[in-house]
């Protein structure tokens, strides 16, 4: 992980906002608001009743260099301004290597208060300086922020951007913003006659855009500044969007329910399958459990994806009507001394923001806990618990659900699929396997390599132990007590299919829970404890199974969340969604490749072509 470090906050004489780092202001001495509607709007046709977003349903906007938000305040205007049809969503991608902190763009903001409707959500929503990509939620406007060198950042980009804003620092001052390799991104990004303007007319950025396909022209500049450039890419422009499409989601748990709600919101027709009577009747039925990312000293894979997946969640999660949820932090105790040094060192060296993860010691975990530990450990303080169950139901609201039906195999039509049930057929166009371990026997012409893993989650009467507000791991989980229930957890047997609770499972729970907490459930007999038994459905890696099966065929899947299904659920389903929609992607390009299910083409784990469903 490259650390963030944020924008310093400085001024120069006249009151315009300076980066000291860089040497030169953020805007125009004569008005940034101005020069944003003149430079960035104007030049990219995106103002008055012509607008080029005018009858488009969906419109992308690629910005280098965010800065204090102003262009995309001053878009967001623009675009509520301009009439256009219904259902219309605007996607704006911008890199920034050094964000500025929340209270600092607040201060900034305030400048403006002509943009204040369009401020206070961005600000309610600002990322913490975490590198990767952030999606934002703003109504009909989708804002995916990269924090990061846009060196290493664009070319993980997947878009088409129908325009484009070049506002980096002078080239004198940051040419790595104007580089060869940042062009030849930006080439690689536009749209078919994509349009492009920035303030500067300097010769040498005027010859790496002539180079990239880019026709140019000069205008006359805002403010001080003579002139600036603004430019056409090769190709005729979209004059239509994709169609919605009807979807059939078989699977109620939350993946299905995430990707359902995930595709209603693009305006898919969207239909849930399942075989069982309600909502997250399988893996995701447990009674609550824990909502926390889990970083690692190399800042993999793995640890990316669930940053990515907490921080969205986490956003969405927290202003979902009827979803249950304690954000009372998570405190995850080393497992040893050896442990506790790794936990240490990977907050130091990465810089880890405190509002998302802190190293706290033994005395300070045990004062969170209210309770003696071992060792010190992290705390998540925006961590906590969720009842999937209500999860899944609120996701689900509003979107038809067939229950009780019990899918016996899909069929390949000439225009789409059929879902057999039971004296029942459902068509689609398109089909999202969201079904777990039951995957493989509606795709048995894909090797598709998920494992049942077994997993017993003990419940422990409220009373039976002392109190505890918080939710703690080490080895094992327990969550404070939700109806009276405290959960305890949780064992994982591989290919074990038996469902019924088992003693030894409790005991082995009961275990955890002592290293986790000594003797904080002294007395608690193992014969006593009800639980209850789920079937996670991994993979090889321990990474989600998310994209098409197959290319060209309507058929996807999105799986093998494991143990870390609500951490998975929101990225993963705004990915699918987003690729099925063929939007702009959430994920950078080595995550999405990373979660294909074609990556298990090495060793013979590939999707069998010869033959079709």
Same mark, same amino acid.
């Not at 009909?140 to 922020?145: Q, Y």
């Not at 064992?491 to 499972?505: C, F, K, V």
């Given at each position: 992980?490259?650390?963030?470090?944020?924008?310093?906050?400085?001024?120069?004489?006249?009151?315009?906002?300076?980066?000291?780092?860089? %040497?030169?202001?953020?805007?125009?001495?004569?008005?940034?608001?101005?020069?944003?509607? &003149?430079?960035?709007?104007?030049?990219?046709?995106?103002?008055?009743?012509?607008?080029?977003?005018?009858?488009?349903?969906?419109?992308?906007?690629?910005?280098?260099?965010?800065?204090?938000?102003?262009?995309?305040?001053?878009?967001?205007?623009?675009? =509520?301004?301009?009439?256009?049809?219904?259902?219309?969503?605007? =996607?704006?991608?911008?890199?920034?290597?050094?964000?500025?902190?929340?209270?600092?763009?607040?201060?900034?903001?305030?400048?403006?208060?002509?943009?204040?409707?369009?401020?206070?959500?961005?600000?309610?929503?600002?990322?913490?300086?975490?590198?990767?990509?952030?999606?934002?939620?703003?109504?009909?406007?989708?804002?995916?922020?990269?924090?990061?060198?846009?060196?290493?950042?664009?070319?993980?980009?997947?878009?088409?951007?129908?325009?484009?804003?070049?506002?980096?620092?002078?080239?004198?001052?940051? *040419?790595?913003?104007?580089?060869?390799?940042?062009?030849?991104?930006?080439?690689?990004?536009?749209?078919?006659?994509?349009?492009?303007?920035?303030?500067?007319?300097?010769?040498?950025?005027?010859?790496?855009?002539?180079?990239?396909?880019?026709?140019?022209?000069?205008?006359?500049? #805002?403010?001080?500044?003579?002139?600036?450039?603004?430019?056409? =890419?090769?190709?005729?422009?979209?004059?239509?969007?994709?169609?919605?499409?009807?979807?059939?989601?078989?699977?109620?748990?939350?993946?299905?329910?995430?990707?359902?709600?995930?595709?209603?919101?693009?305006?898919?027709?969207?239909?849930?399958?399942?075989?069982?009577?309600?909502?997250?009747?399988?893996?995701?039925?447990? =009674?609550?459990?824990?909502?926390?990312?889990?970083?690692?000293?190399?800042? %993999?894979?793995?640890?990316?994806?669930?940053?990515?997946?907490?921080?969205?969640?986490?956003?969405? #999660?927290?202003?979902?009507?009827?979803?249950?949820?304690?954000?009372?932090?998570?405190? &995850?105790?080393?497992?040893?001394?050896?442990?506790?040094?790794?936990?240490?060192?990977?907050?130091?060296?990465?810089?880890?923001?405190?509002?998302?993860?802190?190293?706290?010691?033994?005395?300070?975990?045990?004062?969170?806990?209210?309770?003696?530990?071992?060792?010190?450990?992290?705390?998540?303080?925006?961590?906590?618990?969720?009842?999937?169950?209500?999860?899944?139901?609120?996701?689900?609201?509003?979107?038809?659900?067939?229950?009780?039906?019990?899918?016996?195999?899909?069929?390949?039509?000439?225009?789409?699929?059929?879902?057999?049930?039971?004296?029942?057929?459902?068509?689609?166009?398109?089909?999202?396997?969201?079904? %777990?371990?039951?995957?493989? @026997?509606?795709?048995?012409?894909?090797?598709?390599?998920?494992?049942?893993?077994?997993?017993?989650?003990?419940?422990?009467?409220?009373?039976?132990?002392?109190?505890?507000?918080?939710?703690?791991?080490?080895?094992?989980?327990?969550?404070?007590?939700?109806?009276?229930?405290?959960?305890?957890?949780?064992?994982?047997?591989?290919?074990?299919?038996?469902?019924?609770?088992?003693?030894?499972?409790?005991?082995?729970?009961?275990?955890?829970?002592?290293?986790?907490?000594?003797?904080?459930?002294?007395?608690?007999?193992?014969?006593?404890?009800?639980?209850?038994?789920?079937?996670?459905?991994?993979?090889?890696?321990?990474?989600?199974?998310?994209?098409?099966?197959?290319?060209?065929?309507?058929?996807?899947?999105?799986?093998?969340?494991?143990?870390?299904?609500?951490?998975?659920?929101?990225?993963?389903?705004?990915?699918?969604?987003?690729?099925?929609?063929?939007?702009?992607?959430?994920?950078?390009?080595?995550?999405?490749? @990373?979660?294909? *299910?074609?990556?298990?083409?090495?060793?013979?784990?590939? *999707?069998?072509?010869?033959?079709?469903?």
């Amino acid at each position: 992980m490259v650390a963030i470090v944020p924008a310093e906050l400085a001024f120069a004489g006249d009151g315009t906002p300076f980066s000291p780092r860089y %040497g030169d202001i953020y805007h125009s001495s004569q008005g940034g608001l101005g020069q944003a509607r &003149h430079v960035f709007l104007a030049g990219n046709e995106l103002l008055g009743e012509n607008a080029r977003w005018r009858d488009r349903r969906r419109f992308v906007i690629l910005e280098t260099g965010f800065g204090l938000g102003l262009n995309f305040l001053a878009t967001c205007q623009a675009w =509520h301004s301009s009439p256009g049809p219904t259902g219309r969503r605007l =996607h704006y991608v911008a890199v920034e290597k050094h964000p500025f902190r929340l209270d600092d763009m607040a201060r900034l903001h305030a400048r403006w208060p002509e943009l204040a409707a369009f401020s206070a959500p961005l600000l309610a929503q600002w990322p913490s300086p975490l590198p990767g990509l952030h999606r934002l939620d703003l109504g009909d406007i989708v804002l995916t922020l990269g924090f990061g060198d846009a060196n290493a950042l664009l070319p993980q980009l997947t878009l088409a951007a129908d325009a484009i804003f070049l506002d980096g620092f002078a080239p004198d001052r940051n *040419p790595e913003l104007w580089s060869e390799a940042v062009v030849e991104q930006l080439q690689r990004l536009a749209a078919p006659g994509a349009s492009l303007a920035t303030w500067t007319s300097a010769g040498e950025v005027r010859r790496r855009l002539a180079s990239a396909d880019f026709q140019l022209e000069r205008r006359p500049g #805002f403010g001080g500044k003579r002139e600036m450039l603004c430019g056409k =890419h090769a190709g005729s422009p979209a004059t239509t969007d994709p169609a919605s499409k009807r979807i059939a989601v078989i699977g109620a748990g939350v993946a299905g329910a995430s990707v359902a709600q995930a595709l209603t919101r693009r305006g898919h027709a969207v239909t849930v399958i399942d075989a069982a009577a309600h909502a997250a009747s399988g893996a995701s039925g447990n =009674h609550a459990v824990v909502f926390r990312p889990l970083p690692a000293q190399d800042d %993999g894979m793995l640890a990316r994806l669930l940053r990515a997946g907490f921080l969205l969640g986490r956003r969405r #999660f927290a202003e979902l009507p009827g979803a249950r949820c304690g954000w009372t932090g998570v405190l &995850h105790v080393a497992r040893d001394e050896r442990h506790e040094d790794i936990q240490r060192r990977i907050v130091g060296q990465h810089a880890l923001p405190a509002d998302y993860c802190r190293f706290v010691s033994r005395e300070e975990a045990a004062a969170l806990a209210g309770w003696p530990v071992a060792l010190g450990g992290w705390w998540f303080p925006r961590g906590g618990w969720i009842n999937p169950p209500s999860l899944c139901r609120a996701l689900l609201q509003g979107i038809a659900c067939r229950f009780e039906f019990k899918v016996a195999r899909l069929a390949r039509t000439r225009h789409g699929w059929e879902v057999h049930g039971e004296n029942r057929v459902i068509e689609a166009d398109e089909v999202v396997l969201a079904n %777990g371990i039951g995957a493989p @026997a509606l795709a048995p012409d894909f090797a598709l390599p998920i494992r049942a893993g077994r997993g017993l989650v003990s419940h422990i009467a409220e009373g039976a132990t002392p109190p505890l507000d918080i939710v703690a791991t080490r080895l094992g989980y327990v969550t404070p007590a939700l109806d009276g229930i405290r959960c305890a957890g949780a064992t994982l047997q591989a290919d074990d299919l038996d469902g019924e609770s088992r003693r030894a499972d409790h005991v082995e729970n009961l275990y955890r829970l002592d290293m986790l907490l000594p003797g904080f459930a002294v007395g608690v007999d193992p014969a006593t404890l009800a639980g209850r038994v789920s079937f996670r459905p991994m993979s090889p890696d321990r990474l989600p199974i998310v994209g098409p099966l197959s290319a060209g065929d309507g058929l996807w899947i999105i799986n093998g969340f494991g143990a870390r299904g609500m951490v998975f659920s929101s990225i993963c389903a705004e990915q699918l969604a987003s690729q099925i929609s063929g939007e702009v992607l959430p994920l950078e390009r080595d995550l999405v490749d @990373a979660l294909a *299910p074609q990556r298990f083409a090495r060793g013979g784990l590939h *999707p069998r072509t010869a033959r079709r469903l």
